[in-house]
Structures are given as C-alpha cells and as structure tokens.
C-alpha cells in the first residue's frame, strides 16, 4: 500500500499545483508553506519505502502530518477568500484519501 499511497499523494499535489498559484497571487507565503507541505507529503513516503520498520513507520506519521497541513491551508484559503470551496473540495477529497491510506498503514491494516 505504501506505493499506492505514494502515487495517489504525487497526483495530489500536481492537481494542487493550479491552486497554489491562485492562492500565491493573494498570498505569497500561504502559497510557499503550503507548496512546502505537499512536497513533504511525497517526499517522506519515498524516504519511508526506503526505511524499515520504526523509521518508516515514523516518515509515515510525519507524511500524514504534512497531509493535515495541506488540507489546513486550503481550509485557510477558502475562509481567507483566495480561492471557492468548490475549487477545493476535489483537492481536499484526495488528500482525504491519502489520510484515510495513511492512518491504514500506520494504525490499522497495513501497519508497519
């Protein structure tokens, strides 16, 4: 699952990519944390593919917090107005699911 996770959250972050550029023409460093984030999402699955057991388990964990905190910056853009909620309510529905994937492989079917 953890490939499948992986890919899901690199699709993701190239459909946020739209987003943030809307987000960044009204809010530069909203834009550049939230562009930080979604790499940190994709970035620590590689490195947990890459680790065994603890480690991995612990890139996973950091991957789902980088998750929460995408998902809360579009929060923070729709309540700032940036961007409408029917703009982000498909992006939101994915990371949701990387969530849910994640929360799977870290505490029920598929943990480490």
Request: glycine share 10%.
């Amino acid at each position: 699952m953890a490939l499948q996770v992986h890919r899901i959250a690199l699709e993701a972050v190239k459909r946020l990519a739209a987003v943030i550029g809307a987000i960044g023409r009204h809010d530069r460093g909203l834009a550049k944390q939230r562009k930080a984030a979604a790499s940190s999402i994709v970035l620590n699955l590689g490195e947990a593919e890459g680790n065994d057991g603890g480690t991995g388990r612990a890139r996973l964990f950091s991957a789902a917090g980088s998750n929460r905190e995408v998902r809360a910056a579009l929060e923070l853009a729709v309540a700032w107005g940036y961007v409408s909620a029917a703009q982000v309510e498909p992006l939101d529905a994915e990371f949701d699911r990387v969530a849910a994937m994640l929360y799977r492989l870290t505490h029920g079917r598929g943990a480490a």
